[in-house]
T-cell receptor, first 113, second 109 residues
Framework: DTAVSQTPKYLVTQMGNDKSIKCEQN?????MYWYKQDSKKFLKIMFS???????INETVPNRFSPKSPDKAHLNLHINSLELGDSAVYFC????????????FGQGTRLTVV | GIQVEQSPPDLILQEGANSTLRCNFS?????LQWFHQNPWGQLINLFYIPSGTKQNGRLSATTVATERYSLLYISSSQTTDSGVYFC???????????FGAGTTVTVRA
């Protein structure tokens, strides 16, 4: 069983479209995250949720809206996609603030054309 | 926020060689992890090591928290060790990992 799974793995779409990426974890963790990896492979936090509550929104444009229907799921919806949104998006989860070992999904490569 | 520096940025090894990757961080940490991003893009957990020494097969890691650095050792490297190695830290209660820029390792047969 995959611990953190995200779908789709690849997403190619046109500018201006709206798209969603789904993430699920079966580790029983309380905290979930979205990270963005740019073309230079640099990884940066976008959002973190703890027990379905938004904890961090790291100055991400409001075209990006995370939604956590329950502790096991954190989805990412992106409106009005722009060329600069092309990147690899990773979902992750961890137990919480004390033992905070994070586990990552396989990534979603988003290409905006 | 906490700064993470990794060195060297690139490393080319002959199969069978040993190497050491370094991670320096600017503040005390609650969590430090090493990841391997393989050529298919997957981020694989190597070590959760906020302090001390751990070993897993040909890989080992040491974190000296008081001096704010961590080392990852690769022994008898294999071509499957190729990829990018990331160090990531959090300073506790912050609900985020700050990543270094990574070390790109290429192991040649």
């Amino acid at each position: 069983d995959t611990a953190v799974s995200q779908t789709p793995k690849y997403l190619v779409t046109q500018m201006g479209n709206d798209k969603s990426i789904k993430c699920e974890q079966n580790l029983g963790h309380d905290t979930m995250y979205w990270y963005k990896q740019d073309s230079k492979k640099f990884l940066k936090i976008m959002f973190s949720y703890n027990n379905k509550e938004l904890i961090i929104n790291e100055t991400v444009p409001n075209r990006f809206s995370p939604k956590s229907p329950d502790k096991a799921h954190l989805n990412l919806h992106i409106n009005s996609l722009e060329l600069g949104d092309s990147a690899v998006y990773f979902c992750a989860s961890s137990q919480g603030a004390t033992k905070n070992e994070a586990f990552f999904g396989q990534g979603t490569r988003l290409t905006v054309v | 926020g906490i700064q993470v520096e990794q060195s060297p940025p690139d490393l080319i090894l002959q199969e069978g060689a040993n190497s050491t990757l370094r991670c320096n961080f600017s503040d005390s940490v609650n969590n430090l992890q090493w990841f391997h991003q393989n050529p298919w893009g997957q981020l694989i957990n190597l070590f959760y090591i906020p302090s001390g020494t751990k070993q897993n097969g040909r890989l080992s890691a040491t974190t000296v928290a008081t001096e704010r650095y961590s080392l990852l050792y690769i022994s008898s490297s294999q071509t499957t060790d190729s990829g990018v190695y990331f160090c990531a830290v959090d300073d506790g209660g912050d609900y985020k990992l700050s990543f270094g820029a990574g070390t790109t390792v290429t192991v040649r047969a």
